[in-house]
């Protein structure tokens, strides 16, 4: 029987001379690094565990009922190129502030799926250097070539701003900008500066002034920042809004709408959820993706979303992959080591 083995550290789900699907656990996953180093890996990627492989094995055999089963998937995360990098916003940059980056991230198969760009900011003497990494899910399986674009969004907090200069690395490429220096306690702004009570579309100074969940944000034009929250889209705005705006006139860009807290259909709301009545003469958009964790023969006994593997447990569950919380149920699971996983 042929085994397979880890050719980039990720998640690595299952193995298919017969459909025998197999999910490798590993640790330290929330170290930053290079995953093709000895040493550590990029925040959300699994460490490899010296090639450690669950030993059971489930053959999965012939579908009565849906004739022959669809060999199990092979998903991992593969770094991705990126070829472009530019600031969100033309507006002034000032220490404190949140920055967000659009990278241009290109996807090298038909399958990629999820691509995420993560940051590692090193403070300097005068410049921050930001290293950014891009990654995607894919699998081997049915699976040709396909090169596209994707972009995608990577925000700099104020807290983790130190400097007046930053250099952004991707790949061997460079891209510097600029920012205002501090002027005065206003903008102070660390991991340990307790947060303000500014709510949102109120004027701030720095991160620090805003309420908890919110971020300083500069608007697309105008010379004031102000507090919101920043969403890449819909999913990042639940349940205080429906709503990822990419362009408002006064508000800053890809921030959520919080006047926009109900939903008129299913069309208002992001996939997998459904416009229902709220109990209060309202209706707000309700999470009802299939929790993932059913037990499975093959792929197609799980949902378009989920994946057949053998988990922890020795059992074949159907299982999600996720880079964040909002990609699993809400409120019931949470992503860990890029699987969705109950609540404990």
Same mark, same amino acid.
């Given at each position: 029987?042929?085994?397979?083995?880890?050719?980039?550290?990720?998640?690595?789900?299952?193995?298919?001379?017969?459909?025998?699907?197999?999910?490798?656990?590993?640790?330290?996953?929330?170290?930053?690094?290079?995953?093709?180093?000895?040493?550590?890996?990029?925040?959300?990627?699994?460490?490899?565990?010296?090639?450690?492989?669950?030993?059971?094995?489930?053959?999965?055999?012939?579908?009565?009922?849906?004739?022959?089963?669809?060999?199990?998937?092979?998903?991992?995360?593969?770094?991705?190129?990126?070829?472009?990098?530019?600031?969100?916003?033309?507006?002034?940059?000032?220490?404190?502030?949140?920055?967000?980056?659009?990278?241009?991230?290109?996807?090298?198969?038909?399958?990629?799926?999820?691509?995420?760009?993560?940051?590692?900011?090193?403070?300097?003497?005068?410049?921050?250097?930001?290293?950014?990494?891009?990654?995607?899910?894919?699998?081997?399986?049915?699976?040709?070539?396909?090169?596209?674009?994707?972009?995608?969004?990577?925000?700099?907090?104020?807290?983790?701003?130190?400097?007046?200069?930053?250099?952004?690395?991707?790949?061997?490429?460079?891209?510097?900008?600029?920012?205002?220096?501090?002027?005065?306690?206003?903008?102070?702004?660390?991991?340990?500066?307790?947060?303000?009570?500014?709510?949102?579309?109120?004027?701030?100074?720095?991160?620090?002034?805003?309420?908890?969940?919110?971020?300083?944000?500069?608007?697309?034009?105008?010379?004031?920042?102000?507090?919101?929250?920043?969403?890449?889209?819909?999913?990042?705005?639940?349940?205080?809004?429906?709503?990822?705006?990419?362009?408002?006139?006064?508000?800053?860009?890809?921030?959520?709408?919080?006047?926009?807290?109900? %939903? *008129?259909? +299913?069309? =208002? /709301? $992001?996939? !997998?959820?459904?416009?229902? @009545?709220?109990?209060?003469?309202?209706?707000?958009?309700?999470?009802?993706?299939?929790?993932?964790?059913?037990?499975?023969?093959?792929?197609?006994?799980?949902?378009?979303?989920?994946?057949?593997?053998?988990?922890?447990?020795?059992?074949?569950?159907?299982?999600?992959? %996720? *880079?964040? +919380?909002? =990609? /699993? $149920?809400? !409120?019931?699971?949470?992503? @860990?080591?890029?699987?969705?996983?109950?609540?404990?």
């Amino acid at each position: 029987m042929r085994q397979c083995v880890m050719v980039m550290a990720a998640v690595y789900l299952g193995c298919t001379t017969h459909p025998m699907p197999t999910l490798v656990e590993h640790a330290d996953a929330a170290l930053a690094g290079n995953p093709g180093d000895s040493g550590t890996l990029p925040d959300g990627a699994v460490a490899s565990d010296a090639g450690r492989l669950d030993a059971g094995r489930v053959d999965a055999g012939v579908r009565v009922d849906a004739g022959m089963c669809i060999p199990a998937d092979v998903w991992r995360q593969e770094e991705r190129p990126m070829t472009q990098v530019e600031l969100l916003s033309d507006a002034p940059r000032a220490m404190g502030v949140t920055e967000r980056l659009r990278v241009t991230v290109i996807l090298a198969g038909a399958c990629d799926q999820l691509p995420v760009v993560r940051a590692a900011v090193s403070p300097g003497g005068a410049t921050d250097f930001v290293t950014l990494t891009a990654w995607a899910f894919t699998r081997d399986r049915d699976c040709p070539p396909q090169t596209r674009m994707v972009d995608v969004l990577v925000d700099i907090p104020g807290t983790q701003q130190g400097n007046p200069n930053v250099r952004v690395m991707f790949g061997a490429q460079l891209f510097t900008y600029q920012r205002q220096l501090c002027m005065g306690d206003t903008c102070l702004c660390t991991a340990s500066t307790p947060r303000g009570n500014r709510n949102a579309g109120d004027s701030c100074a720095s991160d620090c002034e805003c309420r908890a969940g919110f971020s300083c944000l500069f608007p697309a034009q105008g010379m004031t920042a102000r507090c919101a929250v920043p969403c890449k889209d819909a999913l990042d705005c639940l349940p205080r809004s429906t709503r990822c705006r990419e362009q408002p006139r006064t508000a800053p860009p890809m921030t959520c709408d919080l006047q926009e807290t109900g %939903c *008129n259909n +299913n069309g =208002d /709301c $992001p996939e !997998g959820f459904v416009c229902d @009545s709220s109990g209060g003469g309202g209706r707000r958009c309700v999470d009802r993706r299939p929790f993932p964790g059913q037990d499975c023969a093959c792929v197609g006994d799980c949902d378009p979303l989920d994946t057949c593997i053998l988990d922890v447990h020795q059992r074949l569950t159907c299982q999600r992959l %996720c *880079n964040r +919380n909002e =990609d /699993c $149920p809400l !409120g019931v699971f949470v992503c @860990s080591g890029n699987i969705c996983r109950l609540l404990e």
